[in-house]
């Protein structure tokens, strides 16, 4: 039987209700661990991945950081693998994030830093992996298993395991996100993905951009972009674009900006301004607001607390990454060269 190009991929895309559902059942896990880090106080926390599953882990910090007051670091896992740093991890909670659990650089990274001294937990579509057997505590992120090279229903897993694990530790017992699957459903419908698919078909490089919460979505979104169809897709914070990348745009450099609820989107204020002004070809992933010169809009469902909105919007997203690369005759179930577990130290 032959399989449809990218069949695997759009497979796993649409499972991300249930995947979400079952996470938001079975909160045991996440409960328990939570409990263990509210007992050991941290006062510093790390976060260590690689590709998409950094993408979630950036979430991660955004959250801890504002809703918890503790200050987060993006670990560069070279510094304990390549270098051989033994750095002072006591009141540090180390927190690796990968779908897969079997990144090797991830595995001896989180293993050095048990051993010097922080508080280590595996958040993982893999409970039986190398990485889960290297931390003390575990997070099984329950997404069921993902074939597809380009990671899609483990990242919003990954996303609503990480934010159930920071709910609990604050106190809370994760019902605002109940919603959540409903949401999922409704981005899966968003209309238009085809037809801005067919407009980027011939665009060699383009640019995503957003801030705040997110600002991972326009990470991930151009991760997506690059590995399924090709493009070469750059991200910037809606900040960081003014002070010197908005020289790249012109009407050969389609934009995508994602414009989530809440604080974050408002601050994409200046920037879809300053973009519009630059006669961009500009996408919009949310609510434009005002912003004159905008070619597309891609709605997104309304009434998302700005804190999980990132679970929904990459949707569109990840569905306008498959639609582009079979557009572009690619198939994203292979993407070249890529394969799903990718061994760095
Ligand atoms: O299994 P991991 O989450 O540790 O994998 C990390 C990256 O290799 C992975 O996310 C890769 O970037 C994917 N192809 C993204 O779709």
Known sequence: ?????????????????????????????????????????PRFVVLAARGTSDHAALYAKYLIEISLGLPVGLASPSTLTVYGARPHLNDVLWVAVSQSGGSPDLVRSTETARACGALTVAVTNAPDSPLAAAAELGVDVLAGPERAVAATKTYTSQLLALWLLVDHWRGGDGRTAAGLPDHVGSALDTPGIDGLASRLRFAPSLICTARGYSYPTAREAALKLMETSYVAAQAFSGADLLHGPLALVDADRPVLAVVGPGDGGRAMAPTLERLAAQRAELTVIGDPAGVPDVHTVVPLPADIPEELSPIVEIVPLQRLAHRLAVTRQHDPDAPRGLAKVTSTI
């Open 1 to 41: 039987m032959i399989t449809p190009v990218g069949e695997q991929m759009a497979r796993e895309i649409a499972e991300q209700p249930p995947a979400l559902s079952r996470l938001l059942h079975d909160t045991a896990q996440v409960r328990e661990v939570a409990r263990r880090i509210r007992e050991a106080r």
